[in-house]
């Protein structure tokens, strides 16, 4: 089990990493202000699904003891 989430955590991780540079890129590019804002939206809601995924894989591995 705390393989599965330490993957999952991973996962979610790198996702937060790819909203963040899609969202950078749109800033950069002059886009839509709309769509800056749902991707921001988008980074935190995958920051707090990553921040419960660490979380749990510590509690399930006992915290590192």
């Given at each position: 089990?705390?393989?599965?989430t330490t993957i999952l955590a991973v996962i979610v991780?790198?996702?937060?990493?790819l909203v963040l540079?899609?969202?950078l890129y749109n800033m950069?590019?002059?886009g839509d202000g709309n769509r800056s804002?749902?991707?921001m939206q988008l980074r935190v809601?995958?920051?707090?699904?990553a921040v419960v995924l660490?979380?749990?894989t510590l509690w399930i591995t006992g915290g590192g003891r």
């Open positions: 089990m705390s393989t599965f991780m790198g996702l937060v990493a540079m899609r969202g950069l590019k002059g804002n749902k991707l809601l995958l920051q707090a699904i660490i979380m749990l």
